[in-house]
């Protein structure tokens, strides 16, 4: 498999922005993803497209992140300006 970037180089711009952002909890790529994915199913996008834009093969996969995501107020990873501005995303 392909990568646009090897995932060690991920870890080490994920740290680098979170350290930048004032954020003391450790994030990982897969909570900055759920975050994401929580935040657009609780902002109304549809579990159906969301499964297949991220790549879940059953859409209840997909559903599951609904409840990760109690309150968005509460995820760091809001706070580094990385997910789409709204639910329809860029």
Not at 18 to 33: D, E, F, N, Q, Y
Not at 54 to 83: A, C, D, Q, W
């Amino acid at each position: 498999m392909d990568y646009l970037f090897a995932p060690s180089t991920i870890d080490e711009i994920i740290k680098k922005d979170v350290r930048m952002a004032g954020i003391t909890r450790k994030l990982s790529p897969h909570s900055l993803r759920s975050t994401d994915i929580g935040s657009l199913l609780e902002n109304g996008v549809d579990s159906g497209e969301e499964s297949e834009w991220i790549g879940h093969s059953n859409v209840n996969t997909t559903k599951r992140y609904s409840k990760r995501v109690t309150t968005l107020e509460k995820s760091p990873g809001l706070r580094m300006n990385i997910f789409r501005e709204e639910a329809g995303g860029e």
